[in-house]
């Protein structure tokens, strides 16, 4: 591989790292950052893919996947308030059941 600089990713939890590491060269990380700046589809792509990678690990050290569902709703929920305020953020809650009806949130299955 051309270029020497690297960064290394190490999925690390309760003080301990799995065996595995990603390995990411500093080309390949610039060409992901400019490819997001051009793209919010490709960037909400992308952070779709990192939650799923980090629900995976915590799912692997064994933490209940229900847990982390809960865990997670409350992470989004709480860093929405920060940045839109809670009226807007209850707004957009009230939506929800629509948008889970309509299959917004089900991963795998063809929309029509």
């Keep these: ?15 301990r790292a799995r065996n595995d590491a990603t390995l990411y060269s500093m080309d390949s990380m610039l060409k992901i950052t400019e490819r997001l700046d051009s793209n919010p589809a490709e960037e909400k792509k992308l952070a779709l893919q990192f939650l799923r990678d980090a629900w995976e690990e915590a799912a692997y050290e064994g933490v209940d ?16 308030i920060s940045t839109y305020g809670e009226d ?25």
């Design 88 to 112: 807007a953020v209850a707004v957009m809650c009230e939506r929800l059941p629509e948008r889970v009806r309509g299959g917004e949130f089900s991963l795998g299955r063809t929309r029509q």
């Design 65 to 80: 996947r229900d847990c982390l569902a809960t865990a997670s709703i409350f992470a989004a929920l709480s860093e929405l």
């Design 1 to 15: 591989m051309a270029g020497g600089v690297f960064a290394i990713v190490v999925f690390v939890n309760g003080g």
